[in-house]
Nanobody, 124 residues
Framework: QVQLVESGGGLVQPGGSLGLSCAAS????????MGWFRQAPGKEREVVAA????????TYADSVKGRFTISRDNAKNMLSLQMNSLKPEDTAVYYC?????????????????WGQGTQVAVSS
């Protein structure tokens, strides 16, 4: 049974930074590609960033390139998302997702397991 638990969301001012973490109960964590997705009210869920099982390959949404960094610690079964220069349009529920293949993917349908989500609000 795979479980993903996100933490680190909250309220931050525009231009600020926030870090998200996802603890994964996966036996061989490196066999799974991981992703961060987000969903704002009234909008579809979209990819934020994703990373391969080895951590060597990453992909980002154009809207967050240069501001967000995805990383993973396979020894600790942890996925992270460092978010800098946050904007009001980054406000959303952020979800951690796991894919039963090690290759990185950008579509939500490619992922098999999801966390419960954590709220990020960017506002002054």
């Amino acid at each position: 049974q795979v479980q993903l638990v996100e933490s680190g969301g909250g309220l931050v001012q525009p231009g600020g930074s926030l870090g998200l973490s996802c603890a994964a109960s996966i036996r061989v964590f490196s066999d799974y590609a991981m992703g961060w997705f987000r969903q704002a009210p009234g909008k579809e869920r979209e990819v934020v960033a994703a990373i391969s099982g080895s951590g060597l390959s990453t992909t980002y949404a154009d809207s967050v390139k240069g501001r967000f960094t995805i990383s993973r610690d396979n020894a600790k079964n942890m996925l992270s998302l460092q978010m800098n220069s946050l904007k009001p349009e980054d406000t959303a529920v952020y979800y951690c997702a796991a894919r039963r293949y090690s290759l990185v993917a950008r579509t939500s349908t490619s992922y098999d397991y999801w966390g419960q989500g954590t709220q990020v609000a960017v506002s002054s």
